[in-house]
């Protein structure tokens, strides 16, 4: 068997033939799974003063942070509901460590019936499945999980869930589960330039293989958005405020009106996170969605390993040439560089990200009916990899754990990335599971 090693984008386009000639299938290529060992994840960049560890710091607690109605259960903070999905960050942010995304073990189905709540937990929310929020497309809107019903610290108020048995039957129901945020800081960093620079390259390559993403912008001042699963906000700290109302119903600097203002269900003066001005030490005066912005600023990215649960070196820098050959980087870019930004462990950083950033249609399969910003309806940002070793769940919506069957699912009508996965689709079993390997190992 003649291991082709080709390190450009698409370079494959002038050598298919030799490789479909030479292309002696073998034994069946399986996901190797959740890598095993150290999580490789959830602390802070290197570079690091004194000071901004300090903030980094109280981030992580606040990040940690159970909230109840009121503040009046003990260990938790307040403003929790009338709505929510779920009661800390860390809840849907924990695989394979604070940060991450959907665990292996549901915490919103604890979360639902805490403190004596009486909310039912809907059919698509089981212990060992993914964390999800669930849209109506209809209105494009998340329409949270739970309530604040029947609860100790919510006495009087009686406000019921979705009917989201109702919402499947009329077609209007889907899904998403929350992005991991290691290395965000990073991405945040990356100039528009650099992105854009990225998208022009390889144009005649994108072209034949029928690639042609572009950026999502902010309808305000035009710059590039680039964090959520349609790149929809623009940064860290409009991400960090706009999750802790709709995720947790926390009304804050950002979004300081109840997303149900139904009397009786109001318990707290709006916003119930600001800026304290009663302390004295610096880093508990900003409010919690700065803290929640300055803790994922500085949160690592992800340690790729070079070998890992009987994988060989050999084997994952074949899967890497592969995955570069048929086109796969031509979407996930390895990397991007950051500029002169004002914290110094973020400037002039190369970003292994294995994303460009950029949203791309990816066809009918995996369409979700929603348009945020100039993404639409079949249009998704290329998922960052990096870290992919340690996810549970794949997809924006969490349909799978299995890594081949997630990339099979990128391909359907009219999706750019049809052609790759064809490429792919042709290769030896022995590459497959290379090229799988190499994932793996990010």
């Given amino acids: 068997?003649?291991?082709?090693?080709?390190?450009?984008?698409?370079?494959?386009?002038?050598?298919?033939?030799?490789?479909?000639?030479?292309?002696?299938?073998?034994?069946?290529?399986?996901?190797?799974?959740?890598?095993?060992?150290?999580?490789?994840?959830?602390?802070?960049?290197?570079?690091?003063?004194?000071?901004?560890?300090?903030?980094?710091?109280?981030?992580?607690?606040?990040?940690?942070?159970?909230?109840?109605?009121?503040?009046?259960?003990?260990?938790?903070?307040?403003?929790?509901?009338?709505?929510?999905?779920?009661?800390?960050?860390?809840?849907?942010?924990?695989?394979?460590?604070?940060?991450?995304?959907?665990?292996?073990?549901?915490?919103?189905?604890?979360?639902?019936?805490?403190?004596?709540?009486?909310?039912?937990?809907?059919?698509?929310?089981?212990?060992?499945?993914?964390?999800?929020?669930?849209?109506?497309?209809?209105?494009?809107?998340?329409?949270?999980?739970?309530?604040?019903?029947?609860?100790?610290?919510?006495?009087?108020?009686?406000?019921?869930?979705?009917?989201?048995?109702?919402?499947?039957?009329?077609?209007?129901?889907?899904?998403?589960?929350?992005?991991?945020t290691f290395g965000a800081g990073l991405i945040e960093a990356l100039s528009d330039t650099a992105i854009l620079n990225n998208k022009a390259a390889f144009p005649n390559i994108k072209s034949a293989?029928?690639?042609?993403?572009?950026?999502?912008?902010?309808?305000?001042?035009?710059?590039?958005?680039?964090?959520?699963?349609?790149?929809?906000?623009?940064s860290l700290q409009i991400f960090a405020a706009e999750a802790y109302n709709v995720e947790m119903g926390v009304t804050n600097e950002g979004f300081g009106t109840e997303r149900d203002e139904t009397p009786g269900c109001l318990f707290n003066s709006t916003p119930e996170d600001q800026t304290n001005f009663t302390v004295t030490q610096p880093q508990k005066v900003p409010s919690d969605i700065v803290g929640f912005a300055t803790f994922m600023r500085f949160l690592a990215p992800p340690a790729a390993v070079s070998s890992y649960d009987g994988v060989g070196a050999g084997s994952i820098a074949t899967g890497s040439n592969l995955f570069n050959a048929i086109g796969c980087a031509l979407c996930h870019t390895p990397s991007l560089t950051t500029g002169k930004v004002s914290f110094g462990g973020l400037s002039n950083q190369t970003v292994n990200l294995f994303s460009d950033l950029l949203v791309h249609n990816m066809g009918s399969n995996l369409a979700d009916g929603i348009s945020q910003g100039n993404a639409g309806p079949d249009e998704f940002r290329t998922a960052p990899l990096w870290g992919l070793g340690k996810r549970i769940f794949f997809l924006h919506d969490g349909r799978t754990s299995d890594l081949l069957n997630a990339i099979g699912q990128h391909s359907s009508g009219g999706s750019e990335a049809n052609s790759v996965i064809a490429i792919f689709n042709v290769l030896p079993?022995?590459?497959?599971?290379?090229?799988?390997?190499?994932?793996?190992?990010l």
Avoid at 162 to 169: I, S
Avoid at 210 to 234: L, M, V, Y
Wanted: proline content about 6%; charged content about 15%; overall charge positive.
């Fill in 1 to 180: 068997m003649r291991v082709v090693h080709l390190t450009k984008p698409g370079q494959a386009l002038g050598c298919l033939t030799g490789l479909f000639l030479t292309a002696l299938y073998g034994f069946g290529q399986t996901d190797p799974s959740v890598r095993g060992g150290p999580a490789g994840a959830g602390g802070p960049i290197g570079g690091m003063s004194t000071n901004e560890t300090t903030f980094f710091t109280d981030g992580l607690s606040r990040f940690l942070e159970q909230d109840s109605v009121r503040g009046t259960i003990s260990g938790t903070g307040s403003g929790l509901g009338p709505r929510f999905n779920l009661d800390s960050c860390a809840g849907c942010h924990a695989q394979p460590a604070v940060g991450g995304t959907s665990p292996a073990v549901n915490p919103q189905i604890a979360a639902a019936n805490r403190a004596g709540a009486t909310n039912t937990i809907p059919f698509f929310i089981t212990a060992t499945g993914p964390v999800r929020e669930a849209r109506f497309p209809s209105d494009g809107g998340v329409h949270d999980l739970f309530t604040i019903t029947g609860r100790s610290d919510a006495t009087g108020c009686t406000i019921a869930q979705p009917d989201f048995n109702a919402a499947r039957t009329a077609g209007n129901l889907i899904f998403r589960i929350p992005t991991p």
């Fill in 429 to 441: 079993s022995s590459q497959k599971q290379n090229i799988l390997n190499f994932l793996r190992s």
């Fill in 209 to 234: 293989l029928g690639i042609s993403g572009h950026e999502n912008r902010s309808g305000n001042d035009g710059t590039i958005t680039r964090f959520g699963w349609k790149a929809q906000n623009k």
